[in-house]
């Protein structure tokens, strides 16, 4: 079983759309990571966060440690926002990143 | 400020054959991570690299080596090469260790092993 998992994998929605992704992870954290990875590998950090909750424009990411969960929303989806999301955590002392297999989301006008 | 750059962006080498990557930090950065992407997957830490010395490694074979100069730019040297070595390498870079420091990411080495 892998130590981050995401859910879906896949997402496909209409322009507009409220989206959630969600991620579990099954060991202790000092942090956790949600990425942007668009086509051609380049990867962009969303939000870093260890507790409650971070707003960025149509952006929200929560995490509940006692649950060991965090999701990432998007608020009025847009076809920008397509693109891979990963979740990933810090598990160590060095900040090496442990990560999920990511959720492919893509928006249709 | 300039972000951080690796090169080369694409690269094809054939089995037994070795390979350098190279990244380059953000400026003001001592702290790089490389990271392994195959086809599908998310990434899988390879080793980091702390004012020149190896400061943690994941779960890759030896032939996996790494140097950190002292401007902080970074290489990965894969010896020996596989056909599943084939995948996306990534360097992140950051002003230190820990959970206080962003990791930024540069656009990533596209290796295909023949």
């Known amino acids: 079983k892998n130590e981050v998992e995401q859910s879906p994998q896949n997402l496909t929605a209409q322009e507009g759309e409220f989206i959630t992704i969600n991620c579990s992870y099954s060991?202790?954290?000092?942090?956790l990571h949600w990425l942007q990875q668009h086509p051609g590998g380049g990867i962009v950090s969303l939000f870093m966060?260890?507790?409650g909750k971070k707003k960025h424009g149509r952006l929200i990411a929560t995490i509940n440690i006692q649950e060991k969960h965090s999701s990432l929303h998007i608020t009025a989806s847009h076809p920008r926002d397509s693109a891979v999301y990963i979740c990933?955590?810090?598990?160590?002392?060095?900040?090496?990143?442990?990560f999920g297999k990511g959720t492919k989301l893509s928006v249709k006008p | 400020e300039t972000g951080v750059t690796q090169s080369p962006t694409h690269l094809i080498k054939t089995r037994g054959q070795q390979v350098t990557l190279r990244c380059s930090s953000q400026?003001?950065?001592?702290?790089v991570s490389w990271y392994q992407q195959a086809l599908g997957q998310g990434p899988q830490f390879i080793f980091q690299?702390?004012?020149?010395?190896?400061?943690g490694r994941g779960n890759f074979p030896p032939r996996f080596s790494g140097l950190q100069f002292p401007n902080y730019s970074s290489e990965l040297n894969v010896n020996a090469l596989e056909l599943d070595d084939s995948a996306l390498y990534l360097c992140?870079?950051?002003?230190?260790?820990?959970?206080?420091?962003?990791?930024?990411f540069g656009p990533g080495t596209r290796l295909t092993v023949l």
């Open positions: 992140a870079s950051s002003s230190g260790l820990g959970m206080y420091n962003e990791q930024f």
């Open positions: 060991v202790g954290i000092s942090a």
């Open positions: 966060l260890s507790s």
């Open positions: 990933a955590v810090e598990a160590g002392s060095q900040g090496n990143l442990i």
């Open positions: 400026s003001g950065h001592n702290t």
């Open positions: 690299y702390y004012r020149e010395e190896e400061n």
